[in-house]
C-alpha cells in the first residue's frame, strides 16, 4: 500500500482512512506493506509493517518554507541546487526512487496506491514488477480546488495514474462521476467503497466535559442552538454561502450561535464577512482544534453543518452523528449518498440552508428526531464491509491481471 | 348467488409547497408551487388523471353500458373534488353519469382526507357535513355508508356512525381481529343495534392492488381464469367479496403496460358470465344478509403497512407535534371567520402530510419513501411547520 500519511502523522482524514483501511484488510487476511514518505514512529500499529521511504521527518512530508528547504534537501538528495526549496514534488521523487529500487524485497501482489500523490510510484510499480495498481481516490484535485481547475500538475499526475491503474476505487458516487466526467474513465472501471467512522474514535472513552467551552454551556441553557462545521476554511468547504446562510438564519431567529472549528487561508476573509454581514456576535471562531477539544464541540453542538461545494465523503460529518448532533449536509457530499436521517441542501442555496437551521432550532421534535435516527444510522457502514469489497477487487484484478 | 363488491378510493391531497421561513408574514401562498416544482398540484392531478382517472373511470362506465349487472362503490375525497373541478371537470361528468344510472354509490368521509376523529370530533363531524354536502351539490345523492380516513376504525367510530344514521361502515378485515372467521360476511360493530359492517378481503384486493405486476411474486403473471379461480374458491367461506382498494391502483400504481386494465375489463365481463355471480354497491352489500357475528376492534385498526395501526401516519414525535399544534389552533382559527384562512387550516389536516413525514422505513427507501413529495420526512415537516407558523400570524393579524 502506497500512501502519504498515517495516524499520529496525519492532518487530515486522508491517514485515518487509510489506517482503518488497512486494519480491516489485515483481518481479512491480507499481508500488507504501508509504504509512507517519512521517518517514524507509529506505536498503535502492529498488524502491519510501516516502510519509510526517506529519512525527512513527517512534518516535511508536503514540502518546507524556505527557511529549512536547504538544510533537508541535503538530507534527501545530497547533490541538489541549493538555491531551491524542497517542494512536495522533490519529496515524491524520492518516494519513487525507493519504491524503484526496494519494492521488490516485498514481491507484492497487487499495488493499492491512495490519492495522487503516490500515483506516480503506483504506476512506476506497475510498469517494473507488472504488478496489478489499484488506484483509490479519496478527493480530485477538482474538489480540492471548489470544482476550479487546480493544479494542472495534478491534474496531469490525476490522469495519468486513473489511465494507467487496474482498477479504480472512489469514495462515493459523485467521486466516481468526476472521475468519469473530468477524466473521462469507463464507469466500469470504478467501485464505489465508502468510508467508515475511525474505529478508536468510537472505542475511546470520552466523556464530554461541558466546562471546556463554559460560554457555550450557558448560552444553551439560555435557550440558544448551537450550530457548528469542522474543517480547514478552504474554498472546497463552501464557508462564504454558510456564513451568508447564517446571516439570513439570525435574521429570523436571533438565539444561533455558530461555530467555525479550523482553520485555513480563508479564515480572515470569514472574520471580516461575519462582521459585514453584522453577525460577528454569532460566530466563533476557534482555531485549529482536534482530540477531546473538537469532541467536545460536536458533544456541544446541536447541529453540524457540511457546507462543502464538493466533498468526496466527508468523515466529520460521522463524526458529529456519533456525538449525537443533527446533521444538515450539502447534496454535493459523499456521505449524503448514505445518510439518509439528515436534512440536505445544493451547496449555493444559502436560503434552504438557512431555513433548515431555524427549523431544527425552532422545532424540538425535528431536531430530536434527526439527533435519535442518525445515531442508529450511521453505524450500518463498517470498515469489515469496506475491506470485503476490496478484497473482492484485489483478487478480481488479480485475475484480470494481463488487462 | 355470489356478489364482489368493488369499491375504489379516489383521492388527492392539497400539496404544501417548499414553504420557507422567508415567506412567512409575507407570501401566504402555501399550495400553489410553480407547475413544473415538485409539490405542483396541478401537474401531479393531470399526469394521474391521464393515467388513471379518464382510462379507468371510461372502463368502468363503458362496462355499465353493456352489463347492467355491473356496479362499483366510489369514496371521492373534497380535496379531488375541488382539483377536479379546476382541472379536470369532466372526470366529475363521468361519474355523475354512473351515478344517475344507479350503478354507481358514493361513500361518505372526511371533506379533507383528514384523521380530525382522533384529534377534535367536532372538526371531524363539520368535516364529514362538509362532504356529504358536496357530493349531495355534485351527484345530487346523500352517502348511507361511511369509511373513515386511512381506514381508520374503531368500536367507537361504528357507533358514531350508527348515531348519524348510516347503514354501514367499511373497514379491514384483517385477520389479527377476524380469527377464524371470514371477512366475506356482513357484521355488526360491538355495541351497535343496525350499522353493517363491511371488511376488506385483503388477499384479493392486495392481489391487485399491490402484486398484480410484481414479477418475483410465484402467482405471476396473474391472468384472469386463475383471478377468478381465487374468488370460487374463496367464496366457500362466504358469498361476499369486498374488493376495497385505491382507485388510482389502476394506471398510476400498476402501469397501462402491466395490463392492469385489460385484466380488469376481461375480469367484469367473465365474473357476469356466470348466472349466480354478481356486482353489489356497499349499500346493498349491507343489505344482502343479516349479521352473521359481531365483531370487536377497541384498538384503531387501519389498512397500511403490515401493523395495521396508525403509526405510518401518527407515531414518530415531528407527526405528532406536527397535528397537536395544528388542532391546538382550531378555535382561533374558527373564530376569524376569515373562509379562506380556514379553508387554508383545514388543507393542513389531510392525513398525506404527517404520511410524509414517517420515519419508519425511510432508511430502506421504501413504499413511504416512493409515495413522498418531499426530499426527506425531515424537510416535509420543516415546511409543514412554517406554514402554520405563517396560519398563526394571519391569525393574529386578523382586523376581527
Known sequence: ?403 | MRAICLYLHIHQPLRYREYSIFDVGVDSNYFHDQYNGRQSNERIFRKVADKSYYPMLNLLLDNMKIRPGFKVSFSITGTWLEQAEKWGPELIDIIREMVSRGQAEIVDETYYHSLAYFYNLDEFTAQVKMHSEKIQQLFGVTPKVFRNTEFAYNDSLAKWAEDHGYEGILAEGWDKVLGWRSSNHVYRPTGCQNIKLLLKNYRLSDDIAFRFSNRSWGEWPLTVPKYQNWLDMDSLRGNLINLFMDFETFGEHQWKDTGIFDFMNTLISSWLSVYENKFVTVSEACNLEPPVDEISMPETVTWADTERDLSAWLSNSMQNSAMQNLYDMRDQVLATNDLGLISDWRNMTTSDHPYSMCTKYWNDGDVHAYFSAYASPYESFMYYMNVLRDIEYRIKNNPL
Open chain 1, 1 to 403: 500500500m502506497l500512501g502519504w500519511e498515517l495516524p499520529p502523522h496525519n492532518s487530515g482524514g486522508l491517514g485515518v482512512a487509510c489506517l482503518n483501511m488497512a486494519r480491516a484488510l489485515s483481518r481479512e487476511g491480507a499481508d500488507i506493506k504501508f509504504i509512507v514518505p517519512y521517518t517514524a514512529e507509529h506505536p498503535d500499529i502492529d498488524f502491519m509493517q510501516v516502510i519509510p521511504a526517506t529519512n525527512l521527518d513527517p512534518i516535511y512530508r508536503y514540502g518546507g518554507g524556505s527557511y529549512e528547504s536547504m538544510r533537508l534537501l541535503e538530507k534527501i538528495i545530497p547533490t541538489a541546487d541549493k538555491e531551491q526549496t524542497l517542494s512536495i514534488r522533490d519529496v515524491q521523487k524520492t518516494y519513487c526512487d525507493f519504491i524503484e529500487t526496494h519494492l521488490m524485497k516485498f514481491k507484492p501482489e497487487v499495488i493499492h496506491a491512495h490519492d495522487w500523490l503516490t500515483y506516480e510510484a503506483g504506476i512506476l510499480a506497475k510498469q517494473k514488477y507488472n504488478a496489478p495498481l489499484i488506484a483509490h481516490v479519496h478527493a480530485t484535485e477538482y474538489d480540492r480546488a471548489g470544482m476550479h481547475t487546480g493544479n494542472p500538475l495534478i491534474h496531469e499526475i490525476e490522469y495519468e495514474g486513473l489511465m494507467m491503474a487496474n482498477q479504480i476505487i472512489a469514495v462515493s458516487e459523485s467521486t466516481k462521476r468526476i472521475i468519469h466526467e473530468k477524466y473521462h474513465i469507463p464507469l466500469n472501471k470504478i467501485k464505489v467503497v465508502y468510508n467508515s467512522l475511525d474505529e478508536n474514535y468510537e472505542k475511546s472513552n470520552y466523556t464530554f466535559n461541558d466546562s471546556t467551552y463554559g460560554y457555550l454551556t450557558k448560552l444553551k441553557s439560555e435557550g440558544w442552538t448551537i450550530i457548528s462545521t469542522v474543517g480547514r476554511f478552504t474554498v472546497q468547504k463552501g464557508l462564504h454561502n454558510f456564513m451568508h446562510a447564517a446571516a439570513l438564519a439570525v435574521s429570523k431567529e436571533p438565539k444561533l450561535m455558530f461555530v467555525f472549528a479550523g482553520d485555513g487561508e480563508e479564515r480572515n476573509e470569514l472574520i471580516s464577512l461575519a462582521a459585514d454581514l453584522g453577525i460577528a456576535k454569532n460566530v466563533i471562531f476557534t482555531g485549529f482544534i482536534r482530540g477531546k477539544r473538537l469532541r467536545d464541540i460536536y458533544s456541544i453542538s446541536d447541529i453540524f453543518v457540511m457546507s462543502s461545494i464538493s466533498e468526496p465523503f466527508g468523515l466529520t460529518a460521522l463524526e458529529a452523528a456519533h456525538h449525537g448532533d443533527a446533521l444538515i449536509l450539502t447534496k454535493q457530499s459523499g456521505v449524503s449518498e448514505v445518510i439518509w436521517s439528515a436534512m440536505t441542501y445544493d451547496f449555493w442555496d444559502q436560503e434552504k440552508l438557512a431555513n433548515e437551521i431555524v427549523a431544527i432550532a425552532k422545532n424540538d421534535a425535528l431536531r430530536d428526531s434527526l439527533q435519535q435516527n442518525v445515531k442508529n444510522e450511521y453505524r450500518k457502514i463498517s470498515w469489515k464491509q469496506v475491506a470485503k469489497k476490496c478484497m473482492k477487487i484485489y483478487n478480481n484484478t488479480i485475475k484480470h491481471k494481463r488487462y
